[in-house]
């Protein structure tokens, strides 16, 4: 059954580069002539055009188009294919061309398992744009998990410990945090900021033994980095950051170039649009997304963090 619904979502590719059926499998066509009139004029004119490159096809393409269709509205999950189409669409044309050509020469359960790795090594790239750092995917990986395993450990200590922070603006930010994680990472880095490294130990006991766990997990490149601190709390701090930033970077994955458009248009200060209007193109994105990630953490946690900002 995964392997048709694969084949479905891959097929609609070879259609779409013929230039109509996804599209036109995507909307609510006109079914009347009175339809067809209620249409904006831009859309009458899109819709000829596609009737126009369907005539173009041979009666085998059409008949290709018009299977897949039906499969399509048969599937009972039309609304969630249709969505992938789209995504799987427009991630081929933000390719170019020759390397579109190659994926779509392939047969399909190659070009799944192609397009498998490519997205992943995607969101890889990406995931250590917004980090800025210098370790690798697997490191960065182990961290997140490692993080999210410690959060989920400690809930019950961190909201404990959430009842001895004083601050009114800190205290709201908490009372307003629904998600679990994002809440004992605010706790978390309060209570670093207002205490520093000297009750650590004693608030979480085992926490030489998950650090030791962790490093041991990770790559040389992770373990001279850590070693390369300079006492208990640049160490401390290296971890939680490392925690925080791949806890974020997650969760940014999602967030679509035209959020980060909107972004740039709206909430971008001059000083930061200026920069980034000065960068080589291919800088861009990656800067943007920084951009996007500093401005949406937390106030107390940015102060933790600037306070060891050469910690990498």
């Not at 126009?52 to 599937?75: G, I, K, M, P």
């Not at 490519?118 to 960065?140: C, H, I, M, P, Y």
């Amino acid at each position: 059954m995964k392997s048709r619904w694969n084949a479905l979502i891959l097929l609609s590719s070879c259609l779409a580069f013929l230039g109509l059926p996804v599209s036109l499998g995507q909307q609510n066509l006109p079914r009347t002539v009175e339809q067809l009139e209620q249409l904006a004029p831009e859309q009458r004119n899109e819709l000829q055009q596609k009737k126009v490159r369907f005539d173009q096809l041979t009666e085998l393409q059409r008949q290709q188009y018009r299977d897949f269709n039906q499969q399509l509205n048969a599937s009972g999950r039309t609304d969630k294919l249709r969505a992938i189409m789209r995504s799987y669409t427009q991630w081929l044309l933000s390719l170019d061309s020759e390397e579109r050509q190659r994926i779509q020469a392939l047969p399909v359960e190659e070009r799944l398992q192609e397009v498998v790795h490519l997205v992943k090594a995607e969101r890889e790239q990406r995931f250590k744009e917004l980090l800025d750092t210098n370790l690798s995917g697997t490191d960065l990986t182990a961290v997140a998990q490692w993080y999210d395993r410690w959060l989920v450990a400690q809930t019950q200590k961190i909201d404990e410990l959430g009842k001895m922070i004083e601050d009114g603006r800190t205290q709201a930010l908490i009372a307003a945090t629904t998600e679990d994680k994002q809440r004992a990472t605010i706790i978390v880095f309060a209570l670093l900021r207002k205490h520093g490294d000297s009750l650590w130990q004693e608030w979480f006991q085992n926490w030489d033994m998950d650090v030791t766990d962790l490093i041991g997990s990770m790559s040389e490149t992770a373990e001279v980095l850590y070693a390369s601190a300079e006492s208990d709390q640049q160490r401390l701090r290296l971890v939680l950051r490392w925690g925080y930033y791949s806890f974020v970077a997650q969760s940014m994955q999602a967030v679509t170039d035209d959020e980060l458009l909107e972004f740039y248009r709206s909430e971008l200060s001059n000083e930061h649009r200026n920069y980034l209007d000065r960068q080589p193109p291919q800088q861009v994105l990656p800067i943007l997304r920084r951009f996007y990630f500093q401005y949406r953490m937390p106030e107390v946690i940015q102060r933790v963090l600037s306070a060891n900002s050469d910690d990498s």
